[in-house]
Nanobody
């Protein structure tokens, strides 16, 4: 089992930045592929970014490319999501997800993850 706790959300103005953290405890996190998802009010949860357990594989959804950066520090059992040039449409609850997998890749779909955090609220004002 892996427990995930997100932090770093908050209220910022459009154009601002936030850095989300996902801290893991439990089974070896260094062997987990990790993703960030978000869910806006009235919308389905969607993938934002993902990173493989080595950090060598990275995925971004098109509309965050160039603005968001995912990274990880396995020594700290933490994955980060640096979010710059934030827009009101980025407002959502952001979730961290993880899965143990032999394959070193960046999963894009919810069904590929076994563990989920409780989420952190990100609100961008215009």
């Amino acid at each position: 089992q892996v427990q995930l706790v997100e932090s770093g959300g908050g209220l910022v103005q459009a154009g601002g930045s936030l850095r989300l953290s996902c801290v893991a405890s439990g089974r070896s996190f260094s062997n987990c592929n990790v993703g960030w998802f978000r869910q806006a009010p009235g919308k389905e949860r969607e993938s934002v970014a993902a990173i493989s357990w080595s950090g060598g594989g990275i995925y971004y959804v098109d509309y965050v490319k160039g603005r968001f950066t995912i990274s990880r520090d396995n020594a700290m059992n933490t994955v980060f999501l640096q979010m710059n040039s934030l827009k009101p449409e980025d407002t959502a609850v952001y979730y961290c997800a993880a899965s143990h997998n032999y394959h070193d890749y960046a999963p894009q779909y919810e069904s590929q993850y076994d563990y989920w955090g409780q989420g952190t609220q990100v609100t961008i004002s215009s």
